[in-house]
T-cell receptor, first 115, second 117 residues
Framework: AQKVTQAQTEISVVEKEDVTLDCVYETRDTTYYLFWYKQPPSGELVFLIRRNSFDEQNEISGRYSWNFQKSTSSFNFTITASQVVDSAVYFC????????????FGAGTRLFVKA | DGGITQSPKYLFRKEGQNVTLSCEQN?????MYWYRQDPGQGLRLIYYSQIVNDFQKGDIAEGYSVSREKKESFPLTVTSAQKNPTAFYLCASTKASRGGADGNGYTFGSGTRLTVV
């Protein structure tokens, strides 16, 4: 079975604080892909990043960074120096060979960044 | 610019009525998907289509129907059999990749909010 768990339902921080969103996944496949999406109040999900199971190298893009650890089945997302515009719901997702074309989404973490 | 267009943005359905949500993409993507999002919950897959004239049920297909007569279009009909249709509906597409694993990120539409009145 495949599963994505985002244990944090809501997080509230003050602007300029760093914040980490947790994502834990389950899959029996050796080939799989992990994703993060952002859903602002407008409703449209925006693709942020994709990692494949063979590449555990961490990635940084501006204030965003991702930590992929196969040993703990985690793919955590950190926002450094958060801004009000970062307020959104963030979804972690998993896709694998056995899952075909279906991507499994976590329940999402709602991030509030206060000015 | 390429993208996905969902219409209408808001839709109100009366009891016992069928309604159809539109999803059109000009990205030349092969695969298209319909997801349902309820407050505080993740996205649940309703139906998906990998190629024209073919589609598969997702996890919550009961009370819904789809068609894929054109590559660009994947409309979703919410039938009267769907007893709790009030939700936010998202359409997505992606380039199909070989091997079955969808290694490409999805492009999403802006969604349709359906309310039963």
């Amino acid at each position: 079975a495949q599963k994505v768990t985002q244990a944090q339902t809501e997080i509230s921080v003050v602007e300029k604080e760093d914040v980490t969103l947790d994502c834990v996944y389950e899959t029996r496949d050796t080939t799989y892909y992990l994703f993060w999406y952002k859903q602002p109040p407008s409703g449209e999900l925006v693709f942020l990043i994709r990692r494949n199971s063979f590449d555990e190298q961490n990635e940084i893009s501006g204030r965003y960074s991702w930590n992929f650890q196969k040993s703990t089945s985690s793919f955590n997302f950190t926002i450094t120096a958060s801004q009000v515009v970062d307020s959104a719901v963030y979804f972690c997702a998993l896709s694998s060979v056995a899952g075909g074309f279906k991507t499994i989404f976590g329940a999402g973490t709602r991030l509030f960044v206060k000015a | 610019d390429g993208g996905i267009t969902q219409s209408p943005k808001y839709l109100f359905r009366k009891e016992g009525q069928n309604v159809t949500l539109s999803c059109e993409q000009n990205l030349n993507h092969d695969a298209m998907y319909w997801y349902r999002q309820d407050p505080g919950q993740g996205l649940r897959l309703i139906y998906y289509s990998q190629i024209v004239n073919d589609f598969q049920k997702g996890d919550i297909a009961e009370g819904y129907s789809v068609s894929r007569e054109k590559k660009e279009s994947f409309p979703l009909t919410v039938t009267s059999a769907q007893k709790n249709p009030t939700a936010f509906y998202l359409c997505a597409s992606t380039k199909a990749s070989r091997g079955g694993a969808d290694g490409n990120g999805y492009t999403f539409g802006s969604g349709t909010r359906l309310t039963v009145v």
